[in-house]
């Protein structure tokens, strides 16, 4: 598995990654009308994509609610195995009541309100699998 090190320097280019929009590529239709050929951004990044999520009875960890979260957007959290001590601990803790529902956030967002702000999400685009590291070492 990848060191702390690692990661956190993959979250910072993976920031400028998704930060950059792409100019808009148009086509002509007739003399008046011109469309724009592009796919849509939640399109090429599905963590960008708006969600309104409300998790089942059945979801009782913040674990459970990130796999939950990430079901058919492509994505899916790294491997056991890769994961630090405090991100296992951070995946069995019970769901809090306030984040049982989100309604019109990104799934980026939702994912980063779920870790809380003592996780960075790391986003690995190759293999879209995500990850969390320590904001501070504890």
């Known amino acids: 598995h990848l060191s702390i090190r690692r990661q956190r320097q993959m979250c910072i280019r993976d920031r400028s990654i998704f930060a950059e929009e792409p100019k808009q590529e148009f086509t002509q239709l007739s003399r008046y009308v011109k469309i724009n050929v592009d796919s849509e951004l939640q399109q090429r990044n599905p963590l960008k ?60 967002n939702i994912l980063k309100t779920l870790a809380g702000n003592a996780f960075s999400l790391l986003v690995d685009p190759v293999s879209r699998e995500i990850n969390f590291v320590t904001v501070i070492d504890y």
């Open 49 to 108: 994509t708006i969600a309104s999520i409300r998790y089942p009875n059945s979801i009782q960890t913040v674990g459970q609610a990130i796999t939950y979260s990430l079901d058919r957007s492509g994505y899916a959290m790294l491997n056991s195995k890769g994961l630090s001590k405090s991100v296992r601990i951070l995946l069995s803790r019970p769901l809090p009541q306030i984040h049982r529902q989100f309604q019109f956030v990104t799934l980026e």
